[in-house]
């Protein structure tokens, strides 16, 4: 799968409709990216492909954050424009099936890809908050930990824990946890963790 730009590139692209100083939206970008390159190979997936996606997922945040109804609606122009394929587009709009958004209410994801990405940017959510709550620290987390995490509904209650069990469609749950707090660790100091 051929991409259009590189991810030099794709980090321009971000900082052109996202303000760097939105510290936590650029840290979700960059574990969104990280997980799904763990997932791709994991499956024996194109990395750079998956990784793009994770990293490119929200690309239209920055602009329609205030009106979350209209968040995806930009997305598909913007990376249109950037040269990506509309394989890639729909990948891309995928992560918003079920929500008030995009006119994606009432859409299921169907694809390994899709899944991928949509619990894969899900789960960032909760494992930076499990890892704010333990002072920062990620070096030494445990599945376990996260597992019982995830199991408190009061944890992190806007993480939705229904997108993240989409990834048992292509592997299972302790091996997502897994891949994702490793993949995080290869980037902590990018995203303000020890």
């Known amino acids: 799968m051929k991409l259009p730009i590189t991810r030099e590139q794709a980090l321009e692209l971000l900082k052109k ?4 100083e939105d510290k936590s939206d650029w ?3 960059l574990e969104s990216e990280a997980i799904m390159r763990a997932v791709a190979r994991k499956l024996g997936e ?4 998956y990784g793009m996606l994770g990293l490119l997922h929200d690309i239209d945040w920055g602009i329609t954050k205030d009106n979350i109804q209209e968040h995806l609606t930009k ?7 950037a040269g990506f394929d509309e394989e890639f587009i729909s990948n891309i709009v ?33 494992v930076y908050a499990y890892a704010l709550m ?5 070096s030494d987390m445990e599945v376990k930990g996260l597992k019982k995490k995830f199991k408190d509904k009061r944890f992190a209650e806007n993480c939705n824990r229904d997108i993240i069990r989409e990834i048992e469609n292509i592997m299972p749950l302790d091996e997502f946890f897994e891949i994702s707090i490793e993949s ?9 963790l020890e």
């Open 17 to 20: 409709y996202n303000k760097e």
């Open 75 to 81: 997305a598909p122009d913007l990376l249109r424009e």
């Open 46 to 49: 194109d990395e750079e492909y």
């Open 94 to 126: 995928s992560h918003g099936c079920g929500f008030e958004c995009a006119g994606l209410k009432d859409k299921k994801r169907e694809k390994k890809i899709e899944y991928a990405l949509a619990a894969s940017e899900t789960l960032t959510g909760l």
């Open 184 to 192: 995080l660790k290869e980037i902590k100091e990018d995203i303000g």
């Open 27 to 29: 840290n979700h970008y």
């Open 134 to 138: 333990r002072g920062k620290k990620i």
